[in-house]
């Protein structure tokens, strides 16, 4: 079974501090997911990793940025969190993209639901 | 971003009945996913759709790719009251996009 953790479930931080969320995953997958669930709105995403240090911005990239030393973890990080980003962050992984299909089926972590005061 | 037409949006059922929800778009998909999510929890994927017209189970799930591959459709039959969450369909583009699109979810009901 695919395994992706999430560091916290639950976190509160102030405006203007930096936040970091972390996301782990057992599976050697190459692709990794950052998207944020807001009420209404669905998952959107924030940014995606489809190698070790490579990174494409997704749909809402702004106020947000990610690193990906190791392929098993990818970090989003709110270099100054604002209260507008308080939501539910969601993290995924799949095996890879460009191949069959299959190889495309992105596994969510639980989730870490973020408030910023 | 794009995402998909999800429908109803809402459904409240009676423990037993059986459901039904589907998602379409304007766009041709090569795979079509089905997901649920329990409150504060994250997305488990439920079924996955690889090629049209595939009609796949899972338990008391059904869904299927529709032969257009502009849709798809999840039922659930039989409903129990732990079916309650939020079910979502996603899709890949044609044309070998990276990302996935999303429905805005059906949020299910069951009254005991």
């Known amino acids: 079974d695919v395994k992706v953790t999430q560091s916290s479930r639950y976190l509160v931080k102030r405006t203007g501090e930096k936040v970091f969320l972390e996301c782990v995953q057992d599976?050697?997958?190459?692709?990794m997911f950052w998207y944020r669930q807001d009420p209404g709105l669905g998952l959107r995403l924030i940014y995606f990793?489809?190698?070790?240090?490579?990174?494409e911005k997704g749909d809402i990239p702004e106020g947000y940025s990610v690193s990906r030393e190791k392929k098993e973890r990818f970090s989003l990080i709110l270099e100054s969190a604002s209260t507008n980003q308080t939501s539910m962050y969601l993290c995924?992984?799949?095996?890879?993209?460009?191949?069959?299909?299959?190889?495309?089926?992105?596994?969510f972590g639980p989730g870490t639901r973020l408030t910023v005061l | 971003g794009q995402q998909l037409n999800q429908s109803p949006q809402s459904m409240f059922i009676q423990e037993g009945e059986d459901v039904s929800m589907n998602c379409t778009s304007s766009?041709?998909?090569?795979?079509w996913l089905w997901y649920k999510q329990d409150p504060g929890e994250g997305p488990v994927l439920l079924i996955a759709?690889?090629?049209?017209?595939e009609l796949t189970s899972n338990g008391r799930l059904t869904a299927q790719f529709g032969i257009t591959r502009k849709d798809s459709f999840l039922n659930i039959s039989a409903s129990i009251p732990s079916d309650v969450g939020i079910y979502f369909c996603?899709?890949?583009?044609?044309?070998?996009?990276?990302?996935?699109?999303f429905g805005k979810g059906t949020k299910l009901t069951v009254n005991p």
């Open positions: 995924a992984s799949s095996l890879i993209i460009w191949g069959p299909p299959s190889t495309d089926t992105q596994y």
């Open positions: 599976m050697d997958h190459e692709n």
């Open positions: 990793s489809y190698d070790v240090k490579m990174k």
């Open positions: 766009s041709i998909f090569n795979t």
């Open positions: 759709l690889y090629k049209a017209g």
């Open positions: 996603a899709g890949r583009l044609q044309g070998g996009s990276e990302k996935l699109v």
